[in-house]
């Protein structure tokens, strides 16, 4: 750190020696064996790191620098989650979207579990973090995917992904009645967000519904089932014409599977 404040010219000194050593040697730093104080001081050399890279630099290098990152918000302490999301918010934020889709995935598993308690201090800054990484991602349907897929592929961050579709999943409604509809009449009422969840197909869908309201967790199942019922109901125009034939079985029979039991 003494090295990174002695630099002579910071505006135009925009790289870091040895950086695949230095990321390896911070990221053991965040190891959850060590105290909080270490982990302070870790989040305060990153962040003069990324001053010194700045923009640009940051994002052709991001992919190097946060995987040390990703797992602390999991076992953080209080005093350290606020340096994290301001880590993210004034950094991450601002990385190019071509960049950030490369590990976006990545970036929303690593802050989910501070989803996990709705009663906690950080839980609203959170949820607007991510908004903030959606906006600069730029790409809704990409958005959509990688939160589709971590509620497949990760069964412990379902808690957290649950909280934030209880609050933002779109509403797949359309206005009037069924009389006369179509796939595309039905397609082109649904929000921007609704589309994205539905396009290519709706198999990414059903399958991360299928995955939650099966899961161990009766919390997780009850709360999705909740979100199906409220965002998605089984009798709606969008289940019986965007949702295919095979996904439509599938969502039916981990349903009853589920309530059966």
């Known amino acids: 750190q003494k090295s990174l404040h002695t630099n002579p010219d910071k505006e135009n000194t925009k790289w870091s020696p040895y950086d695949y050593q ?7 730093c965040l190891a959850p064996s060590l105290p909080s104080g270490v982990h302070k001081k870790t989040i305060e050399l990153y962040s003069n790191i990324f001053d010194i890279l700045k923009e640009t630099n940051l994002s052709q290098s991001i992919t190097l620098w946060l995987p040390g990152i990703f797992p602390l918000m999991s076992y953080a302490s209080i005093s350290i989650k606020q340096d994290l999301l ?24 690593s802050l989910l579990p501070a989803l996990d308690d709705t009663t906690s201090e950080f839980f609203n800054p959170t949820i607007d973090l991510i908004e903030k990484l959606k906006i600069q991602l730029d790409d809704v349907n990409h958005f959509w995917q990688c939160i589709l897929l971590s509620i497949i592929t990760s069964p412990d961050k379902r808690t957290g992904a649950m909280e934030y579709l209880t609050r933002k999943f779109p509403l797949f409604k359309v206005l009037g009645g069924t009389e006369n509809l179509n796939k595309d009449i039905v397609l082109g009422e649904l929000s921007l967000d609704a589309k994205a969840c539905l396009t290519p197909n709706s198999s990414l869908l059903v399958r991360a519904f299928c995955r939650a309201i099966s899961d161990d967790n009766l919390f997780v199942q009850r709360g999705f089932f909740d979100i199906l019922l409220s965002r998605l109901p089984l009798n709606s125009a969008v289940f019986q014409y965007l949702i295919n034939d095979d996904d439509k079985e599938l969502l039916l029979l981990h349903v009853t599977s589920t309530v059966m039991k």
Do not use: D, G, H, T
């Open 22 to 28: 230095v990321s390896i040697m911070l990221s053991k």
């Open 86 to 109: 301001n880590l993210f918010s004034n950094y991450i934020c601002n990385v190019e979207p071509i960049y950030l889709r490369s590990c976006f995935k990545s970036i929303l598993l």
